[in-house]
Nanobody, 132 residues
Framework: QVQIVESGGGSVQAGGSLRLSCSVS????????IGWFRQAPGKDREGVSC????????YYLDSVKGRFTISRDNAKNTLYLQMINLKPEDTAVYYC?????????????????????????WGQGTEVTVSS
């Protein structure tokens, strides 16, 4: 059974930075596509950034391009989301997700179509608050 533990959220002022991490256990991360999603109060969940298991190409939500970077360390079974120049509109609960790479055709599809369920796994969520 795959288990995921998220960390790294917090409160920062606009322009600040945070790095979110998700440690995965119970399976080998290198076989999984990875993604970060967020849900702001009163809004639907949206895919922020996703990456397939077998290439380094990543998808980014337009509003975070140039500010957020997704990465993975397969040796540590950990995925990351580095966020810089944070804005108040980035305030949300952030969730990481992994899904076997054989089920994911593209990073964009994983994020835009929220293709985690079924067969995928979610982190518990971590809150990010950006004040102006």
């Amino acid at each position: 059974q795959v288990q995921i533990v998220e960390s790294g959220g917090g409160s920062v002022q606009a322009g600040g930075s945070l790095r979110l991490s998700c440690s995965v256990s119970g399976s080998t991360l290198e076989d999984y596509a990875i993604g970060w999603f967020r849900q702001a109060p009163g809004k639907d969940r949206e895919g922020v950034s996703c990456m397939r298991h077998n290439d380094g190409n990543a998808y980014y939500l337009d509003s975070v391009k140039g500010r957020f970077t997704i990465s993975r360390d397969n040796a540590k079974n950990t995925l990351y989301l580095q966020m810089i120049n944070l804005k108040p509109e980035d305030t949300a609960v952030y969730y990481c997700a992994v899904k076997s790479g054989i089920f994911i055709d593209s990073a964009r599809d994983m994020c835009v179509r929220d293709r985690i369920e079924p067969m995928g796994y979610w982190g518990q969520g971590t809150e990010v608050t950006v004040s102006s």
